[in-house]
C-alpha cells in the first residue's frame, strides 16, 4: 500500500461514459489530507459519479484515481461515506445502528461504545430514544454522518449533504462539518453555494463533467470573481445616472437589479476595479442630479459570481456535448 505524503484525493484524466453522455470527461483533482473540500457543480454535473468512483462503486472508462496514494477498493475501511439519500432501519435507535454500522467494522466492543457515546454527542443525538422512524430529516443527516465516521475514517465522503435541509438542520450538519477540520479529510458535493463560503478551505467547479476551477477558496475566488460591484439604489428613476456613469472610464459595466418588496426607487449594479474612485464619483453625481441617494453599497465577489462565470450556458459548449440529466451523471 502506498502512503508517504500522497494526498488524500488525486484524480488524473478521470473519464466515465453512461452511452453517448460523457458524465466525466478527463477531470483532474486534488484533495490534500485535512482539508474541507467543497465539490460544487450543478445537477448532473458529475459529483456523484466522481463519488462512487473514489468508493470503488463505479469503474471509470479512463484515468487513474488514488486515495492516500493506494487503489480505491483497498482503501474502504480507511472512507466514511454518507450517500445525498441515506437508509435505515426505522425501527432502531440512534445507538441501535451505529452498533450496527460499527460491526460491519469488526471493531472490539469497548472502542465501539466508546465511539458510538461520542459520536452521539457530537451528532446532538445523546439524549434521544426516539426510534429513526420519527426523527426529522435534520436528524437523519446528522445521524448519517455519525454513522460514516464510526470507522474513525481518514477520509469523509458527503453526498449533498445538506440538500433539503430547513435552516436549522443545515445547521446543525455544517457545523458538524467544521467541526471535523484538521482531523479528517471532508470531501462533500452540493450545489448550495453558501454551505462552501461557510466550511470549506478549498473548492472544485464542476460542470458536465469538466472541472472548471479548482484550488484554495479564497484563490479561487480572486483568479474567477472578477470586478467587484458597486450596489447604488436611488429614491427615483436611475437612467439618467447611468447613462452618465457609462461615460466613466473606471465604469466595467452598469446592471439594473430589483429593489427590495419594502422600498421604491431604482436599483444599478455597477462593475468594477476601482472602488475608491465609485465612492467619490457616485455621490457626486447624484447630488448633481439633485437626486435621492438611499444606498449605496460595496458588495464583494461571491461564490456565486464564480459559479455564474465558470458554468453560465455557452451555446459552444452545448454544441460540444450532449446535455445530462441528474440521472446520467450518477
Same mark, same amino acid.
Given at each position: 500500500?502506498t502512503?508517504?505524503g500522497?494526498?488524500?484525493?488525486?484524480?488524473?484524466?478521470?473519464?466515465?461514459?453512461?452511452?453517448?453522455v460523457?458524465?466525466?470527461?478527463?477531470?483532474?483533482?486534488?484533495?490534500?489530507?485535512?482539508?474541507?473540500?467543497g465539490?460544487?457543480?450543478?445537477?448532473?454535473?458529475?459529483k456523484?459519479?466522481?463519488?462512487?468512483?473514489?468508493?470503488?462503486?463505479?469503474?471509470?472508462?479512463?484515468?487513474?484515481v488514488r486515495?492516500?496514494?493506494?487503489?480505491?477498493?483497498?482503501?474502504?475501511?480507511?472512507i466514511?461515506?454518507?450517500?445525498?439519500?441515506p437508509?435505515?432501519?426505522?425501527?432502531?435507535?440512534?445507538?441501535?445502528?451505529?452498533?450496527?454500522?460499527?460491526?460491519?467494522?469488526?471493531?472490539?466492543?469497548?472502542?465501539?461504545?466508546?465511539?458510538?457515546r461520542?459520536?452521539?454527542?457530537?451528532?446532538?443525538?445523546?439524549?434521544?430514544?426516539?426510534?429513526?422512524g420519527?426523527?426529522?430529516?435534520?436528524?437523519?443527516?446528522?445521524?448519517?454522518?455519525a454513522?460514516?465516521?464510526?470507522?474513525?475514517?481518514?477520509?469523509?465522503l458527503l453526498?449533498?449533504?445538506?440538500?433539503?435541509?430547513d435552516?436549522?438542520?443545515?445547521?446543525d450538519?455544517?457545523?458538524?462539518?467544521?467541526?471535523?477540520?484538521?482531523?479528517?479529510?471532508?470531501?462533500?458535493?452540493?450545489?448550495?453555494?453558501?454551505?462552501?463560503?461557510?466550511?470549506?478551505?478549498?473548492v472544485?467547479?464542476?460542470?458536465?463533467?469538466?472541472v472548471?476551477?479548482?484550488?484554495?477558496?479564497?484563490?479561487?475566488?480572486?483568479?474567477? $470573481? @472578477?470586478?467587484? &460591484?458597486?450596489v !447604488?439604489?436611488?429614491?427615483?428613476?436611475? *437612467? =439618467?445616472?447611468?447613462?452618465r456613469l /457609462?461615460?466613466?472610464?473606471?465604469?466595467?459595466?452598469?446592471?439594473?437589479?430589483?429593489?427590495?418588496?419594502?422600498?421604491?426607487?431604482?436599483?444599478?449594479?455597477?462593475?468594477?476595479?476601482?472602488?475608491?474612485?465609485a465612492?467619490?464619483?457616485?455621490?457626486?453625481?447624484v447630488?448633481?442630479?439633485? $437626486? @435621492?441617494?438611499? &444606498?449605496?453599497? !460595496?458588495?464583494?465577489p461571491?461564490?456565486? *459570481? =464564480?459559479?455564474?462565470s465558470?458554468? /453560465?450556458p455557452?451555446?459552444?459548449?452545448?454544441?460540444?456535448?450532449?446535455?445530462?440529466?441528474?440521472?446520467n451523471?450518477?
Open positions: 500500500m502512503e508517504g500522497a494526498p488524500a484525493v488525486e484524480i488524473r484524466g478521470l473519464a466515465k461514459h453512461y452511452g453517448p460523457r458524465a466525466l470527461d478527463g477531470i483532474d483533482l486534488t484533495v490534500e489530507r485535512g482539508s474541507v473540500f465539490f460544487v457543480g450543478p445537477n448532473g454535473a458529475g456523484t459519479t466522481t463519488l462512487r468512483v473514489l468508493l470503488g462503486l463505479a469503474r471509470s472508462d479512463a484515468g487513474s486515495v492516500f496514494g493506494g487503489e480505491p477498493g483497498t482503501m474502504r475501511r480507511r466514511g461515506f454518507l450517500p445525498d439519500v437508509g435505515y432501519y426505522s425501527w432502531m435507535r440512534a445507538d441501535e445502528f451505529l452498533r450496527f454500522a460499527g460491526s460491519l467494522f469488526s471493531l472490539d466492543s469497548d472502542t465501539l461504545e466508546a465511539r458510538i461520542a459520536l452521539l454527542d457530537m451528532s446532538g443525538l445523546g439524549g434521544v430514544s426516539t426510534r429513526i420519527g426523527y426529522s430529516r435534520g436528524m437523519r443527516q446528522r445521524l448519517g454522518i454513522q460514516a465516521l464510526i470507522n474513525a475514517p481518514d477520509l469523509l453526498d449533498e449533504p445538506t440538500s433539503a435541509l435552516p436549522i438542520g443545515r445547521k450538519v455544517l457545523d458538524m462539518i467544521a467541526e471535523l477540520r484538521g482531523r479528517t479529510t471532508v470531501l462533500f458535493s452540493t450545489h448550495i453555494l453558501g454551505d462552501v463560503e461557510r466550511v470549506c478551505d478549498h472544485a467547479v464542476l460542470d458536465h463533467g469538466l472548471r476551477a479548482a484550488g484554495p477558496l479564497d484563490e479561487v475566488m480572486s483568479r474567477h $470573481a @472578477g470586478a467587484q &460591484r458597486v !447604488v439604489q436611488l429614491d427615483g428613476d436611475a *437612467d =439618467v445616472l447611468a447613462e /457609462a461615460g466613466e472610464t473606471w465604469v466595467d459595466a452598469i446592471t439594473r437589479s430589483e429593489p427590495p418588496a419594502s422600498d421604491g426607487g431604482d436599483v444599478i449594479e455597477i462593475a468594477t476595479d476601482d472602488i475608491p474612485r465612492r467619490r464619483r457616485v455621490p457626486a453625481l447630488a448633481e442630479l439633485d $437626486a @435621492g441617494l438611499v &444606498r449605496f453599497e !460595496v458588495r464583494q461571491s461564490l456565486e *459570481d =464564480v459559479f455564474v465558470l458554468v /453560465a455557452d451555446p459552444g459548449r452545448a454544441e460540444r456535448r450532449p446535455a445530462e440529466s441528474e440521472g451523471a450518477r
